[in-house]
């Protein structure tokens, strides 16, 4: 009997590749000999996750529409038709048993050449708004799974599931790796530990608050893990040299979040999907920061469910050189506020979603042959 193939797209930031790259883990652990491809977009940071987590990867020429405008929206159209012509050989190349997207650019036009050779799809919709590339391809596709519920406003009913979103296997049951942690990231088990993340391509606001009250939390005696993105490192560096002896770290890039998650006490983070995902299930107690750069405010309004169910704690982002690190200290200071958020948040978990997911997927496969 023939291998399984399967064709994953998902690229541009952490939360389109790690979920991909979970669906791929969990397809490997239930079918070993299965053979995964990824399809990304050329000069994106999935061209470099993807292979550091073991697949192979094909890059295609695609961009996305830029909000502003720039030269670069009038090459969009020509892109589009290269990448359509380039996603077409890769299939027929490969020839997938079925095709999964997580977003991101190279998804809409590998989708869009499965479908229409009627090769099985199923795309992730990780936000409660969905994005208009998953709004076009959800007409098409076999099978939708969202995160959110009420998202038959923007999908056919008939094709949802709601399965939350995909995270990564390696941060299920941190607690036991905290004494690995503070090893490893060279922290005191005294102190609290606040862990800031702006996302995996940095978030500019919350650096910039973090490097004003780096002071303040110095002086407050807490510890810092601070992930900034490649943009602010040198910056961040230059802060946090007189601090580094005193558990004030930063990092360009984490590659071991499950031992982040572990170390910490708190978390900052922005209000992507993924990000969201990955509190929910480690039970952390968080402040989230939602970017205003996302379409239609997905991000406030994925941060307002947990708000909403006292799960989280919620900074504007035009508030957040003012207030976001006052209020961190106020709430790492509050031990039943802290047991409070992470009771409530550990509720809206889906701990399940990547094998849910992983499944559904494998159905359409099945479907399919039948």
């Not at 992507?272 to 929910?280: L, Q, R, W």
Request: glycine fraction near 8%.
């Amino acid at each position: 009997m023939e291998p399984i193939k399967v064709l994953l797209s998902g690229g541009g930031t952490g939360g389109h590749i790690f979920p991909a790259v979970a669906i791929a883990n969990e397809i490997k652990n239930t079918i070993p000999n299965a053979e995964i491809l990824f399809v990304g977009a050329i000069g994106k940071m999935e061209m470099e996750k993807v292979p550091a987590a073991g697949y192979k990867i094909i890059g295609v020429s695609i961009a996305g529409l830029q909000r502003k405008f720039t030269l670069s929206n009038f090459k969009l159209p020509f892109l589009l038709i290269k990448s359509y012509f380039q996603t077409k050989q890769i299939i027929k190349n490969f020839n997938p048993n079925v095709v999964v997207g997580t977003g991101g650019f190279a998804s809409g036009p590998i989708i869009k050449a499965a479908t229409a050779k009627n090769i099985p799809a199923l795309i992730h919709e990780g936000n409660s708004y969905a994005g208009l590339t998953n709004k076009i391809l959800g007409k098409k596709v076999n099978k939708i799974c969202v995160a959110y519920p009420n998202m038959d406003k923007y999908f056919p009913k008939e094709k949802i599931l709601i399965t939350g979103n995909p995270i990564r296997q390696d941060l299920f049951n941190i607690n036991s790796k905290r004494n690995e942690a503070l090893a490893f990231f060279g922290l005191n088990s005294e102190k609290k530990t606040i862990l800031v993340i702006g996302g995996s391509l940095g978030a500019r606001t919350i650096n910039e608050a973090i490097n004003l009250g780096l002071k303040n939390i110095f002086e407050a005696n807490y510890q810092l893990i601070w992930q900034t993105g490649k943009g602010y490192i040198s910056i961040a560096n230059e802060s946090v040299k007189n601090y580094k002896e005193n558990g004030i770290k930063a990092f360009d890039f984490i590659s071991r979040m499950d031992l982040a998650y572990a170390a910490c006490d708190l978390v900052i983070s922005r209000a992507g999907a993924s990000s969201i995902s990955e509190i929910c299930v480690i039970g952390k107690p968080c402040i989230l920061v939602p970017s205003p750069n996302v379409a239609e405010d997905h991000q406030t309004k994925n941060a307002l469910a947990l708000q909403q169910n006292s799960a989280a704690i919620l900074v504007k982002d035009f508030d957040a050189n003012h207030s976001l690190v006052k209020t961190a200290l106020d709430l790492i200071n509050d031990n039943e506020k802290l047991n409070q958020l992470s009771l409530n948040v550990v509720k809206m978990a889906y701990p399940n979603a990547t094998k849910t997911i992983a499944a559904e997927v494998l159905k359409l496969i099945k479907k399919n042959k039948d």
